[in-house]
């Protein structure tokens, strides 16, 4: 058998897994339930367990396993040590060495946006491409950032955390990062719908986002009707993304930027807006970068993890 290996992806709900071949292909993937009881002492041995069990389930040789790669939401460092997962309960230890006790297969760790974007860079939006940043459009603003091939990590890591670029002096509310006016405020799901709200309090005019609850499909789906309120908040969206994008290009200068996250099914639409304030903004050789959008969807942290390992 040629060598295969295990994509893990820990979320605060589930753990998705998936056992890959060396090209990428996928062999299996599953998922099992996140305990994040007891302040999360039950997640690595369900991990392993699930893995051992899959081994065994498909009579594979532990020699053919090349390891398991394992992306975890919080910051983790080049050496396999998370600075805290708080919706894991989990504090500082080293999550590699500990999951390699158990499995007793060589383990990568990385934080769960960087994996992400090492992903799609393998295997989605960014194929093809070397040097890559991914920006993950959820209830937060996740980021990654792939160069040469290597995820960029930094001293605590923390490389990548674009949701927490400063973006708005005036900014009053908090961010859940204790700061004020970060990114994430503005260009997450949830930051679309806090401007929609904001324009719909300054404005009397017409729109079909005074129709039913606001979320950012809704403002997305009102912006391809044409509707003027939703225009002007895709707008706001568009400039403060896409002048942060600038910024980032500025120190990293990717050959793509790949976006992701739930507010990316807006689709090629989205990118527009992005990509009009990305270029009035943009440093001159940075001006052609090219966006995509991601897809492998809820696979991605599976593909990259494997990917850490390959």
């Given at each position: 058998m040629s060598k295969v290996c295990f994509g893990v992806d820990v979320g605060g709900t589930t753990v998705k897994l998936g056992l890959f071949q060396a090209d990428g292909q996928v062999m299996d993937k599953w998922e099992i339930v996140t305990r994040t009881q007891e302040k999360g002492k039950h997640i690595l041995p369900d991990i392993a367990a699930s893995i051992q069990a899959k081994i065994s389930e498909k009579a594979i040789e532990i020699q053919d396993v090349a390891g398991v790669g394992i992306g975890v939401p919080g910051p983790v460092k080049e050496d396999g040590t998370v600075l805290n997962a708080v919706n894991l309960g989990w504090g500082i230890f080293n999550v590699a060495n500990e999951l390699e006790k158990l499995t007793h297969l060589k383990v990568k760790a990385g934080n769960d946006a960087n994996v992400a974007a090492l992903g799609e860079m393998w295997q989605g939006g960014g194929r093809?491409?070397?040097?890559?940043?991914?920006?993950?459009?959820?209830t937060g603003v996740g980021g990654g950032i792939i160069h040469n091939g290597e995820i960029i990590t930094g001293t605590n890591g923390a490389g990548g955390e674009v949701?927490?670029?400063?973006?708005?002096?005036?900014?009053?509310?908090?961010?859940?990062?204790?700061?004020?006016?970060?990114?994430?405020?503005?260009?997450?799901?949830?930051?679309?719908?806090?401007?929609?709200?904001?324009?719909?309090?300054?404005?009397?005019?017409?729109?079909?986002?005074?129709?039913?609850?606001?979320?950012?499909?809704?403002?997305?789906?009102?912006?391809?009707?044409?509707?003027?309120?939703?225009?002007?908040?895709?707008?706001?969206?568009?400039?403060?993304?896409?002048?942060?994008?600038?910024?980032?290009?500025?120190?990293?200068?990717?050959?793509?930027?790949?976006?992701?996250?739930?507010?990316?099914?807006?689709?090629?639409?989205?990118?527009?807006?992005?990509?009009?304030?990305?270029?009035?903004?943009?440093?001159?050789?940075?001006?052609?970068?090219?966006?995509?959008?991601?897809?492998?969807?809820?696979?991605?942290?599976?593909f990259g993890a494997a990917k850490l390992v390959l």
């Open positions: 093809g491409s070397k040097n890559v940043v991914m920006i993950t459009l959820g949701g927490h670029i400063h973006v708005e002096d005036s900014e009053t509310d908090t961010c859940g990062c204790g700061k004020k006016g970060c990114l994430e405020q503005m260009a997450s799901a949830t930051g679309v719908v806090r401007l929609a709200k904001k324009a719909l309090e300054l404005s009397d005019s017409p729109s079909l986002l005074r129709n039913g609850e606001i979320s950012a499909k809704a403002v997305f789906d009102a912006v391809k009707e044409n509707d003027a309120l939703a225009i002007s908040v895709a707008e706001q969206f568009g400039k403060y993304l896409g002048t942060a994008l600038a910024n980032v290009a500025a120190v990293t200068d990717p050959e793509v930027f790949v976006i992701g996250g739930g507010v990316s099914k807006a689709g090629s639409i989205l990118i527009d807006y992005i990509k009009k304030y990305y270029v009035l903004r943009a440093f001159a050789a940075c001006k052609e970068t090219k966006f995509s959008l991601a897809e492998l969807g809820n696979d991605a942290g599976i």
